[in-house]
T-cell receptor, first 116, second 110 residues
Framework: KAGVTQTPRYLIKTRGQQVTLSCSPI?????VSWYQQTPGQGLQFLFE???????NKGNFPGRFSGRQFSNSRSEMNVSTLELGDSALYLC???????????????FGPGTRLTVL | DQQVKQNSPSLSVQEGRISILNCDYT??????FLWYKKYPAEGPTFLIS?????DKNEDGRFTVFLNKSAKHLSLHIVPSQPGDSAVYFC?????????FGAGTRLTVKP
């Protein structure tokens, strides 16, 4: 069974631009979660999508948004990029029980975004 | 604000000995805790979890302890193996939110 894939793996943008990252979950997984990892901050939860709906949301500004398609693939968008948005963005997929925290999440390799 | 803290950025132990990784949290509403392991150039992989109704959960060489009064959890690896060398993240969750620590890099020396 193929793992979680994320594209692109690396991305360089400039301040003020917007970016879209893509995540393809493991076949059969219906939940996709997004995380941001920055040096010294560890992983921070962005949001979780299930059945094309945002089901859970972390504490990030509205510039961070996402969506999920009917095939469970998910995209994350960041508008008006800031230098502080430079990070590794990870997505994780899981089967999607009622409580995503208790699902075993399988992480992708991440997209490294650099904002200049 | 960092609601989940791993105060030791690195830990080095000898093969065969016990590795103890620590994690502290501030939000008393957290009710589910997890540990993830991450190798370089890979995403984190789920290791073990514990609900707040328990104080200990074991899975093979890995045991997680939860001290709710101290808002502290720890991961014990016994015996430690060189293949355990990785970055370990603890995570805590409540309702819709999930917070992670900054990670501890464990090095197990042969």
């Amino acid at each position: 069974k193929a793992g979680v894939t994320q594209t692109p793996r690396y991305l360089i943008k400039t301040r003020g631009q917007q970016v879209t990252l893509s995540c393809s979950p493991i076949s059969g997984h219906r939940s996709v979660s997004w995380y941001q990892q920055t040096p010294g901050q560890g992983l921070q939860f962005l949001f979780e999508y299930f059945s094309e709906t945002q089901r859970n949301k972390g504490n990030f500004p509205g510039r961070f948004s996402g969506r999920q398609f009917s095939n469970s693939r998910s995209e994350m968008n960041v508008s008006t990029l800031e230098l502080g948005d430079s990070a590794l963005y990870l997505c994780a997929s899981s089967l999607g029980t009622s409580d995503f925290r208790r699902d075993t999440q399988y992480f992708g390799p991440g997209t490294r975004l650099t904002v200049l | 604000d960092q609601q989940v803290k791993q105060n030791s950025p690195s830990l080095s132990v000898q093969e065969g000995r016990i590795s103890i990784l620590n994690c502290d949290y501030t939000n008393s509403m957290f009710d589910y805790f997890l540990w993830y392991k991450k190798y370089p150039a890979e995403g984190p992989t789920f290791l073990i979890s514990i609900s707040s109704i328990k104080d200990k959960n074991e899975d093979g060489r890995f045991t997680v302890f939860l001290n709710k009064s101290a808002k502290h959890l720890s991961l014990h690896i016994v015996p430690s193996q060189p293949g355990d060398s990785a970055v370990y993240f603890c995570a805590a969750s409540a309702d819709n939110d999930m917070r992670f620590g900054a990670g501890t890099r464990l090095t197990v020396k042969p």
